[in-house]
């Protein structure tokens, strides 16, 4: 599906209708593979002990040599048999062996933009707080006996809406649908730099 295709379908009735029916926010996360460096030797400070070639898991098989083998002169790495599991590292009595740096997963948590909000009369609303007794996002407050919306806490569930005695104190209004374009045009473009750039 080319980038139009999608925008055509988000901003068509029906990609508009079902982002109205979702019931709570929705979270798209890219988490990067989880990578560690091959281990480093110093053969300086290595006492040939053997304890890091006995340590790894990746032995030889089908003619290929172990992922560490040892000689006169201490450990050998052979990088295309490495599995970086850093055991080698974990058990040298002297330090010789660093493992590579550990990049942890992280999440990088991207928040589409909502196709609507939850708006409030403050020349309807009476500050009875039923709306934000019924919340289940904690996302609209009373203050000063008017009704306020966090926009970001916000879900669109329309229970406020459902509790409020008076109609039309509490609206749902759909986002202007060019604004809506330009806010998806704008997460893609970030998107495809961040990917590019790797």
């Known amino acids: 599906m080319s980038f139009q295709d999608f925008l055509n379908?988000?901003?068509?009735?029906?990609?508009v209708r079902r982002l109205?029916?979702?019931?709570?926010?929705?979270?798209?996360?890219?988490?990067?593979?989880?990578?560690?460096?091959?281990?480093?030797?110093d053969l300086e400070k290595c006492v040939v002990c053997g304890a890091c070639a006995d340590a790894c898991p990746v032995g030889p098989s089908d003619g290929k040599p172990p992922a560490l083998e040892m000689t006169d002169k201490g450990p050998v790495l052979h990088e295309d048999?490495?599995?970086?599991?850093?055991?080698?590292?974990?058990?040298?009595?002297?330090?010789?062996?660093?493992?590579?740096?550990?990049?942890e997963e992280r999440e990088e948590v991207v928040k589409p933009p909502k196709p609507a909000e939850i708006a409030v009369d403050p020349d309807l609303?009476?500050?009875?707080?039923?709306?934000?007794?019924?919340?289940?996002?904690?996302?609209?407050?009373?203050?000063?006996?008017t009704a306020e919306v966090?926009?970001?806490?916000?879900?669109?569930?329309?229970?406020?809406?459902?509790?409020?005695?008076?109609?039309?104190?509490?609206?749902?209004?759909?986002?202007?649908?060019?604004?809506?374009?330009r806010c998806w045009t704008k997460i893609v473009d970030t998107k495809r730099r961040e990917v590019g750039s790797r």
């Open 9 to 15: 379908h988000i901003l068509s009735r029906e990609g």
């Open 81 to 103: 048999r490495c599995i970086r599991c850093g055991l080698c590292a974990e058990v040298c009595p002297v330090s010789a062996i660093q493992v590579g740096t550990l990049h």
């Open 150 to 181: 966090d926009r970001e806490s916000c879900v669109l569930c329309e229970a406020c809406i459902d509790a409020c005695p008076v109609a039309g104190a509490i609206k749902l209004l759909p986002m202007d649908v060019e604004e809506l374009r």
């Open 125 to 145: 609303c009476i500050g009875c707080g039923r709306c934000e007794r019924v919340c289940p996002s904690d996302a609209i407050h009373v203050i000063d006996g």
């Open 20 to 41: 109205l029916d979702a019931h709570s926010s929705k979270k798209y996360t890219v988490k990067p593979r989880r990578f560690r460096n091959f281990p480093t030797i």
